[in-house]
């Protein structure tokens, strides 16, 4: 039985890119892209599940974990929007980064060097946010595992991530990194791709219930990301807990 999330080899990755979290250019100019659609998804879908009526302040009151949270892409628009959150992520580098731009930006965010198994919070949460991260863990069940476990009773927990398939293999990895240089070469390991259904069967044998389930796909002439049927390549989905 594991007792541990981290992959060493994938926080020392993203360790080495930290700096550049917040340049809209830089190694992370794809997550820049594709931020204002996971922000309108899972602003929406917590207002619909919560039944917020606030429209200036949608996630008011709302305990929030951002996991793996970076340098805090997520984490900052989930508190200007009210929520009261939390990011945690492996790489201290990553939560130096965060800490310094939120300071800069006066935003209340508490971020910590954690793991969800090693976080010494002891209250659970109403919304969780596993964003393109189950891809980078050393088990995901184990993962999700301890993710569930932070939850709150009918709270709500996201999860971004990369189908295992071919086309997934072609755009993902040959096309984002190989050939359109989005990303850099090593990002993603093919292996470590979870499918709809294996996330779905982890989920489930963990107290969530799935509610729902999203493609995600880019448009080259708007340059923009969209909800989309198509789930082959990147997909996101909602999970309630029972």
């Excluded at 100019?29 to 200036?56: A, C, E, G, Q, W």
């Excluded at 209250?123 to 969780?128: A, G, L, R, W």
Aim: aromatic fraction near 10%; glycine fraction near 4%.
């Amino acid at each position: 039985m594991k007792s541990n999330t981290i992959n060493k080899k994938e926080i020392e990755k993203f360790s080495k890119i930290a700096a550049e979290w917040w340049d809209p250019n830089g190694k992370f100019k794809p997550l820049h892209k594709f931020n204002p659609i996971r922000i309108r998804y899972i602003r929406d879908n917590i207002v619909n599940h919560f039944k917020i009526k606030s429209k200036s302040k949608p996630l008011n009151k709302i305990s929030l974990l951002d996991i793996g949270c970076g340098g805090g892409l997520l984490s900052e628009p989930m508190y200007r929007m009210g929520a009261e959150v939390v990011g945690i992520d492996a790489s201290l580098k990553n939560i130096e980064i965060a800490k310094l731009h939120a300071k800069k930006n006066n935003l209340k965010i508490n971020y910590f060097c954690s793991s969800p198994e090693t976080l010494k919070i002891k209250k659970k949460f109403d919304v969780i946010l596993n964003m393109e991260i189950v891809e980078h863990v050393e088990d995901v069940n184990f993962f999700i595992k301890k993710s569930s476990e932070l939850l709150k009773k009918n709270g709500l927990m996201f999860v971004a991530t990369l189908n295992k398939t071919l086309k997934s293999y072609m755009f993902a990895i040959l096309g984002a990194e190989y050939i359109l240089r989005w990303l850099p070469i090593g990002t993603h390991e093919w292996e470590k791709f979870v499918k709809p259904d294996d996330l779905f069967k982890i989920s489930k044998s963990n107290s969530l219930e799935p509610q729902k389930l999203d493609g995600l796909k880019f448009n080259i002439l708007t340059d923009k990301w969209n909800i989309s049927k198509d789930k082959s390549v990147n997909y996101i989905a909602s999970f309630k807990k029972n």
